[in-house]
T-cell receptor, first 114, second 115 residues
Framework: DAKTTQPNSMESNEEEPVHLPCNHSTISGTDYIHWYRQLPSQGPEYVIH???SNVNNRMASLAIAEDRKSSTLILHRATLRDAAVYYCILRGYDRGSTLGRLYFGRGTQLTVWP | EPEVTQTPSHQVTQMGQEVILRCVPISNHLYFYWYRQILGQKVEFLVSFYNNEISEKSEIFDDQFSVERPDGSNFTLKIRSTKLEDSAMYFCASSETTATNEKLFFGSGTQLSVL
Protein backbone atom coordinates (compact mmCIF):
# COMPACT_ATOMS: atom_id res chain seq x y z
CA ASP A 1 0.00 0.00 0.00
CA ALA A 2 1.83 3.06 -1.30
CA LYS A 3 1.80 5.81 1.32
CA THR A 4 1.18 9.46 0.53
CA THR A 5 0.06 12.27 2.80
CA GLN A 6 -2.16 15.10 1.65
CA PRO A 7 -4.09 17.83 3.45
CA ASN A 8 -7.73 16.95 3.91
CA SER A 9 -8.96 20.14 2.30
CA MET A 10 -7.88 23.34 0.59
CA GLU A 11 -9.67 26.39 -0.70
CA SER A 12 -9.03 28.75 -3.54
CA ASN A 13 -10.69 31.61 -5.32
CA GLU A 14 -11.59 31.32 -8.95
CA GLU A 15 -8.83 32.29 -11.39
CA GLU A 16 -6.14 32.06 -8.72
CA PRO A 17 -3.35 29.49 -8.76
CA VAL A 18 -3.68 26.46 -6.51
CA HIS A 19 -0.80 24.44 -5.13
CA LEU A 20 -1.81 21.03 -3.82
CA PRO A 21 0.96 19.36 -1.80
CA CYS A 22 1.72 15.70 -1.34
CA ASN A 23 4.31 14.04 0.84
CA HIS A 24 5.71 10.65 -0.07
CA SER A 25 8.79 10.20 2.06
CA THR A 26 9.02 6.44 1.42
CA ILE A 27 9.07 6.78 -2.35
CA SER A 28 11.43 4.41 -4.12
CA GLY A 29 13.58 5.25 -7.09
CA THR A 30 11.26 3.67 -9.64
CA ASP A 31 7.95 4.96 -8.28
CA TYR A 32 5.97 7.24 -10.53
CA ILE A 33 3.92 10.01 -8.90
CA HIS A 34 0.41 10.12 -10.29
CA TRP A 35 -2.40 12.56 -9.65
CA TYR A 36 -6.03 11.83 -10.22
CA ARG A 37 -9.08 13.88 -9.36
CA GLN A 38 -12.67 12.99 -8.70
CA LEU A 39 -15.39 15.47 -9.51
CA PRO A 40 -18.67 15.12 -7.59
CA SER A 41 -20.57 12.00 -8.62
CA GLN A 42 -17.92 11.08 -11.19
CA GLY A 43 -15.21 8.48 -11.52
CA PRO A 44 -11.57 9.34 -10.91
CA GLU A 45 -9.92 11.22 -13.73
CA TYR A 46 -6.22 11.15 -14.57
CA VAL A 47 -4.53 14.53 -14.20
CA ILE A 48 -0.79 14.12 -14.56
CA HIS A 49 2.17 11.96 -13.62
CA UNK A 50 5.93 12.28 -13.32
CA UNK A 51 9.07 10.51 -12.21
CA UNK A 52 11.78 13.07 -11.49
CA SER A 53 11.37 16.13 -13.66
CA ASN A 54 8.62 18.68 -13.47
CA VAL A 55 5.79 18.00 -15.91
CA ASN A 56 3.22 20.17 -17.64
CA ASN A 57 0.08 19.27 -19.50
CA ARG A 58 -3.09 21.05 -20.49
CA MET A 59 -4.70 20.37 -17.12
CA ALA A 60 -1.96 21.10 -14.64
CA SER A 61 1.72 21.15 -13.73
CA LEU A 62 3.53 18.76 -11.44
CA ALA A 63 6.49 20.00 -9.46
CA ILE A 64 8.63 17.25 -7.94
CA ALA A 65 11.10 17.97 -5.18
CA GLU A 66 14.71 17.20 -5.86
CA ASP A 67 14.75 14.39 -3.27
CA ARG A 68 11.36 13.20 -4.61
CA LYS A 69 9.93 12.99 -1.12
CA SER A 70 7.24 15.50 -1.97
CA SER A 71 5.43 16.90 -4.96
CA THR A 72 2.98 19.68 -5.73
CA LEU A 73 0.15 19.70 -8.20
CA ILE A 74 -0.31 23.18 -9.61
CA LEU A 75 -3.53 24.41 -11.15
CA HIS A 76 -2.53 27.66 -12.75
CA ARG A 77 -5.94 29.31 -12.75
CA ALA A 78 -8.58 27.52 -10.75
CA THR A 79 -12.07 27.36 -12.16
CA LEU A 80 -15.29 26.27 -10.50
CA ARG A 81 -15.01 23.06 -12.51
CA ASP A 82 -11.75 22.23 -10.71
CA ALA A 83 -13.59 21.68 -7.43
CA ALA A 84 -12.89 18.03 -6.74
CA VAL A 85 -11.01 15.56 -4.57
CA TYR A 86 -7.40 15.34 -5.72
CA TYR A 87 -5.48 12.12 -5.13
CA CYS A 88 -1.72 11.74 -5.11
CA ILE A 89 -0.78 8.11 -5.84
CA LEU A 90 2.54 6.33 -6.12
CA ARG A 91 2.89 3.59 -8.70
CA GLY A 92 5.82 1.24 -8.64
CA TYR A 93 6.47 -2.41 -9.32
CA ASP A 94 7.64 -3.06 -5.81
CA ARG A 95 4.55 -1.57 -4.19
CA GLY A 96 2.04 -4.14 -5.28
CA SER A 97 0.63 -1.66 -7.70
CA THR A 98 1.20 -3.70 -10.78
CA LEU A 99 -1.63 -4.64 -13.05
CA GLY A 100 -3.43 -1.34 -12.65
CA ARG A 101 -4.11 -1.53 -8.97
CA LEU A 102 -4.21 2.03 -7.69
CA TYR A 103 -4.24 2.73 -3.98
CA PHE A 104 -6.44 5.75 -3.31
CA GLY A 105 -6.11 7.63 -0.07
CA ARG A 106 -8.57 10.24 1.16
CA GLY A 107 -7.11 12.92 -1.09
CA THR A 108 -7.52 16.67 -0.81
CA GLN A 109 -10.95 18.21 -1.21
CA LEU A 110 -10.47 21.39 -3.20
CA THR A 111 -13.13 24.05 -2.85
CA VAL A 112 -13.11 26.86 -5.41
CA TRP A 113 -14.97 30.07 -4.55
CA PRO A 114 -16.38 32.33 -7.25
CA GLU B 1 -11.27 11.92 -26.01
CA PRO B 2 -12.33 8.27 -25.83
CA GLU B 3 -14.18 7.28 -22.70
CA VAL B 4 -15.28 4.31 -20.64
CA THR B 5 -19.04 3.99 -20.50
CA GLN B 6 -21.02 2.28 -17.76
CA THR B 7 -24.62 1.19 -17.58
CA PRO B 8 -26.89 1.58 -15.79
CA SER B 9 -26.02 4.76 -13.95
CA HIS B 10 -28.22 3.68 -11.04
CA GLN B 11 -29.33 0.20 -10.02
CA VAL B 12 -31.65 -0.63 -7.17
CA THR B 13 -32.01 -4.22 -6.10
CA GLN B 14 -33.30 -6.32 -3.27
CA MET B 15 -30.91 -8.11 -0.95
CA GLY B 16 -30.14 -11.58 -2.24
CA GLN B 17 -30.75 -10.71 -5.88
CA GLU B 18 -28.18 -10.97 -8.62
CA VAL B 19 -26.99 -7.83 -10.39
CA ILE B 20 -24.85 -7.31 -13.45
CA LEU B 21 -23.04 -4.06 -13.96
CA ARG B 22 -21.92 -3.34 -17.48
CA CYS B 23 -19.01 -1.44 -18.91
CA VAL B 24 -17.66 -0.68 -22.35
CA PRO B 25 -13.92 -0.04 -22.03
CA ILE B 26 -11.95 2.05 -24.50
CA SER B 27 -11.68 0.04 -27.68
CA ASN B 28 -7.92 -0.45 -27.97
CA HIS B 29 -7.37 -1.09 -24.26
CA LEU B 30 -6.40 -4.55 -23.09
CA TYR B 31 -6.62 -4.25 -19.32
CA PHE B 32 -9.86 -3.82 -17.45
CA TYR B 33 -10.67 -3.13 -13.82
CA TRP B 34 -13.44 -2.70 -11.34
CA TYR B 35 -13.21 -0.39 -8.36
CA ARG B 36 -15.84 0.58 -5.87
CA GLN B 37 -16.48 3.45 -3.49
CA ILE B 38 -18.78 3.14 -0.52
CA LEU B 39 -20.35 6.48 0.33
CA GLY B 40 -17.88 8.67 2.18
CA GLN B 41 -15.05 6.17 1.88
CA LYS B 42 -12.01 5.63 -0.31
CA VAL B 43 -12.01 4.28 -3.81
CA GLU B 44 -11.08 0.59 -3.50
CA PHE B 45 -9.68 -1.83 -6.06
CA LEU B 46 -11.74 -4.95 -6.71
CA VAL B 47 -10.24 -6.79 -9.67
CA SER B 48 -8.14 -6.53 -12.79
CA PHE B 49 -8.72 -8.56 -15.94
CA TYR B 50 -6.58 -9.32 -18.96
CA ASN B 51 -6.76 -11.82 -21.77
CA ASN B 52 -10.03 -13.24 -20.45
CA GLU B 53 -8.61 -13.99 -17.05
CA ILE B 54 -8.51 -12.32 -13.68
CA SER B 55 -5.02 -10.92 -13.17
CA GLU B 56 -5.39 -9.72 -9.63
CA LYS B 57 -8.18 -9.41 -7.11
CA SER B 58 -8.54 -7.82 -3.73
CA GLU B 59 -9.84 -9.39 -0.55
CA ILE B 60 -13.17 -7.70 -1.24
CA PHE B 61 -13.64 -9.72 -4.43
CA ASP B 62 -14.99 -12.92 -2.91
CA ASP B 63 -16.95 -15.78 -4.45
CA GLN B 64 -20.05 -13.60 -4.76
CA PHE B 65 -18.30 -11.53 -7.41
CA SER B 66 -17.39 -12.51 -10.94
CA VAL B 67 -16.24 -10.69 -14.04
CA GLU B 68 -16.63 -11.52 -17.66
CA ARG B 69 -15.90 -10.17 -21.09
CA PRO B 70 -18.86 -11.69 -22.93
CA ASP B 71 -17.98 -10.19 -26.28
CA GLY B 72 -15.40 -7.92 -27.87
CA SER B 73 -16.66 -4.74 -26.29
CA ASN B 74 -18.39 -5.34 -22.97
CA PHE B 75 -16.92 -6.03 -19.55
CA THR B 76 -19.27 -7.02 -16.75
CA LEU B 77 -19.25 -7.34 -12.99
CA LYS B 78 -21.76 -9.76 -11.51
CA ILE B 79 -22.71 -9.89 -7.87
CA ARG B 80 -24.45 -13.20 -7.35
CA SER B 81 -26.37 -12.55 -4.15
CA THR B 82 -26.27 -8.93 -3.12
CA LYS B 83 -25.87 -7.84 0.48
CA LEU B 84 -26.66 -4.51 2.06
CA GLU B 85 -22.95 -3.76 2.33
CA ASP B 86 -22.55 -4.07 -1.44
CA SER B 87 -24.27 -0.71 -1.78
CA ALA B 88 -21.64 1.51 -3.37
CA MET B 89 -20.59 3.30 -6.52
CA TYR B 90 -18.88 0.85 -8.85
CA PHE B 91 -16.34 2.17 -11.33
CA CYS B 92 -15.03 0.39 -14.36
CA ALA B 93 -11.63 1.38 -15.72
CA SER B 94 -9.36 0.40 -18.57
CA SER B 95 -5.80 0.96 -19.72
CA GLU B 96 -3.56 0.09 -22.64
CA THR B 97 -0.85 -1.42 -20.49
CA THR B 98 -0.06 -1.92 -16.83
CA ALA B 99 3.16 0.06 -16.91
CA THR B 100 3.62 2.23 -13.84
CA ASN B 101 3.63 5.33 -16.03
CA GLU B 102 0.37 4.36 -17.65
CA LYS B 103 -2.90 6.09 -16.88
CA LEU B 104 -6.23 4.49 -16.16
CA PHE B 105 -9.44 5.74 -17.67
CA PHE B 106 -12.46 5.48 -15.40
CA GLY B 107 -16.14 5.46 -16.21
CA SER B 108 -18.71 7.61 -14.43
CA GLY B 109 -19.84 4.70 -12.32
CA THR B 110 -22.95 2.73 -11.43
CA GLN B 111 -24.57 3.58 -8.14
CA LEU B 112 -25.79 0.29 -6.68
CA SER B 113 -28.35 0.44 -3.90
CA VAL B 114 -29.21 -2.80 -2.13
CA LEU B 115 -32.43 -2.65 -0.12
Amino acid sequence: DAKTTQPNSMESNEEEPVHLPCNHSTISGTDYIHWYRQLPSQGPEYVIHGLTSNVNNRMASLAIAEDRKSSTLILHRATLRDAAVYYCILRGYDRGSTLGRLYFGRGTQLTVWP
Amino acid sequence: EPEVTQTPSHQVTQMGQEVILRCVPISNHLYFYWYRQILGQKVEFLVSFYNNEISEKSEIFDDQFSVERPDGSNFTLKIRSTKLEDSAMYFCASSETTATNEKLFFGSGTQLSVL
